[in-house]
């Protein structure tokens, strides 16, 4: 008996996320965003990564349920599922070339003597991947550069940015997902 309200359950939140439920997708989206954003921060990741990352991976968990190439088997499955596709996309991130990829560095870095050179190297990174984000932003088209800029700097929510846009959260979130992909192209082509 136990067993087909389970199954009750999974299908009922399957349809849900597949019929575009705004409140379930919210409620799941909010329930698993802070162990991914733990997993990043520990490991080398900054609370803007942290968010790009989930939300690259709920768009991935969200299409995969869609077209049916992920049915949950158990209570767990769905939140197992995106925190392996959030662990995954951290980790290709990391072992990327355009994490590794060396820039100038700017004036204000400097390497105090008492840090290991583990340390130094970690520092040096992020200096070198912020660098170049920034540099790239700058040269963003005005519409993205304005939206990443008011969730980013300003930290306005996708709620708050669908009303300045007059456009529903989704469309926000997507619109921003896009700015982000389109950021990451252009660094990526710039350290190229």
């Not at 340390?119 to 519409?143: I, N």
């Not at 008011?150 to 709620?159: A, P, T």
Request: glycine fraction near 2%; hydrophobic fraction near 35%.
């Amino acid at each position: 008996m136990g067993e087909v309200t389970y199954i009750d359950q999974q299908f009922a939140l399957v349809k849900a996320i597949k019929s575009n439920d705004e409140m379930v997708l919210k409620k799941l989206y909010q329930d698993n965003y802070k162990k991914v954003e733990t997993h990043i921060l520990n490991n080398r990741g900054s609370m803007p990564q942290a968010k790009d990352i989930y939300q690259e991976a709920f768009l991935a968990l969200y299409q995969n349920i869609k077209d049916d190439k992920f049915i949950p088997k158990n209570d767990t499955a769905i939140q197992g599922y995106l925190f392996q596709i959030s662990k995954n996309k951290w980790t290709d991130f990391l072992r990327s070339s355009h994490f590794k990829k060396t820039t100038q560095l700017p004036e204000s870095f400097q390497i105090k003597e008492e840090h290991t050179l583990h340390e130094q190297e970690e520092q040096l990174e992020e200096a070198q991947t912020r660098t170049s984000a920034l540099h790239v932003f700058h040269k963003m088209g005005d519409e993205c550069k304005k939206l990443l800029e008011i969730f980013y700097f300003q930290k306005k929510s996708l709620r708050e940015i669908a009303a300045l846009y007059n456009i529903g959260e989704a469309s926000a979130r997507n619109k921003k997902y896009r700015c982000i992909q389109k950021l990451r192209t252009l660094v990526s082509q710039t350290n190229s």
